[in-house]
């Protein structure tokens, strides 16, 4: 998943990925990441709302959950909740949001394939859902319902929830992930660490600015504008000009100009200082936006020089521009690109011609963002409510959602 600019929402997510988290790992199915083997549960609507909140602090989509954070810092959460990534005690999927607690005191949040974390104001971090593989941080391996503290830390800056490892870093520039090291993703050799139940730190580095977890690969950024990568690189998805993995941070090309970057399944997007955006990794439903085939070092996506900031998750990819213009591309199976298709895009497509669009944007297998007037929009799948309209209704265009005043 992925990190703004602002370091308010490290990536993976997403980067990104789809799958193994929940109850069982699965393999990925074709466009797709691994996806969580429990079926979704009946959905329940949560109560109805009549009147919308501004969103002001953030959104994470995970595979089938979305979660804001609403201007007086409270977390909402709806969608699949199977493993428990809504975080409101129940596994009780939601087709409208609910609250996570009563605390309003959120600061950030990002969502893995079936789980969430998130930071508070005192530099606490709280992770639940899906635990299998010990994504959680909170030194075991079971499922949480509601928030866990990720042990007893105050300085958690930023934070980045994979398929099933995690990693953040904190006010001092240091960087700690845990979870699945099958294939060195942690940063760590996986015959030393194979599974990690609580933060192991990364390095002795103290210069980490941001960080991206993907399936089984992580990238960061340091203050010095240097990009590094790590875990898995079948696919070129660390970017060093191989395929062959790397169990430690390895700098990605000499540049000094990397301003943010974001993990997809076995893809990476990032921005440099000069606004371009480059791309790399597998490109097999035209994730990479160039219109050409995978890569294993970064290639830059057209010669535009206004993009801010960009996402990944699983096979799609999406970007802002300075002029407030949404661009989506890749999988678009389930028209989480946002142009009223499912086409898959090799390219970036726009997403309709708002100009209000604000780096706080997310996707997946569903999308969404939110405008300058603090509205958020959701599209793409909604199998499971991950839309939070009430519905199970898939859509390719964006939708308003409807928060709780």
Known sequence: MSELPNGRRSPWRRAAAAAATAAATIALAL???AGVATAAPATTPAAPVTSAAPVSAGVATGYSHTCVIRADASLWCWGGNGAGQLGDGTTTSRTAPVRVGTATTWASIDAGTSYTCGVQTDGTLW?????LRGGLGDGSTTNRTSPVRVGTATTWA???AGDAHTCATRTDGTLWCWGFNRLGQLGTDPSTVYTATAPIQVGTATTWAGVAAGFGHTCATRTDGTLWCWGDNGDGQLGLGRL???TSPAQVGTATTWSGV?????FNCATRTDGTLWCWGDNGYGQLGTGTTYANAPVRVGDAATWTSVDASFNTACARRTDGGLWCWGNNKAG???DGSTVHRSVPTRVGTAT???DDHRTGYHSCAVRADDTLWCWGSNNSGQQGDGTTTQR???AQVTLPA
Request: contains cysteine.
């Open 127 to 131: 992770c639940w859902g899906s635990n």
């Open 262 to 266: 974001t993990a997809g399944y076995a």
């Open 336 to 338: 989480q690109a946002g």
């Open 244 to 246: 062959t993995p790397s």
């Open 31 to 33: 466009g797709s990441m």
């Open 356 to 358: 209000t669009w604000t």
């Open 396 to 398: 390719p265009l964006p």
């Open 158 to 160: 930023s934070v980045s």
